[in-house]
């Protein structure tokens, strides 16, 4: 099970920090995700860390301005957004999945599991 919270109203050029916390896998073993899906529009890949090196990716509109980190003593994912934009404005949600593949990162459905999502609005 996945819990993510930390979303909220901020301004354009504000910062939210998104949490996510893991039940139930042995999180340390699992690739875990940030997507997001505006409305009218298809989930889209954010971030992703790998389990092993804590390795992260990221989507090329959010380089530079989102870090991803995990906290496996926490089971904890975290999303830190800076310099946000009124483009940003989605749900987030968190994703996992143990066995899947770098190239595969980007791709919604080669995750097992998902959170509820949170809720980001950034206004202009």
């Known amino acids: 099970q996945l819990q993510a919270s930390g979303g909220g109203l901020v301004q354009a050029g504000g910062s939210l920090r998104l949490s996510c916390v893991a039940s139930?896998?042995?999180?340390?073993?699992?690739?875990m995700a940030w997507f997001r899906q505006a409305p009218g529009k298809e989930r889209e890949f954010v971030s992703a860390?790998?389990?092993?090196?804590?390795?992260?990716s990221y989507q090329d509109s959010v380089k530079g301005r989102f870090v991803i980190s995990r906290d496996n003593a926490k089971n904890t994912v975290y999303l830190q957004m800076n310099s946000l934009k009124p483009e940003d404005t989605a749900v987030y949600y968190c994703?996992?999945?143990?066995?899947?593949?770098?190239?595969?990162?980007?791709?919604?459905?080669?995750?097992?599991?998902w959170g509820q999502g949170t809720q980001v609005t950034v206004s202009s």
């Open positions: 994703a996992a999945d143990r066995q899947i593949i770098v190239c595969s990162y980007s791709r919604p459905e080669a995750y097992d599991y």
């Open positions: 860390i790998k389990a092993s090196d804590s390795r992260p």
């Open positions: 139930g896998v042995s999180f340390r073993t699992y690739v």
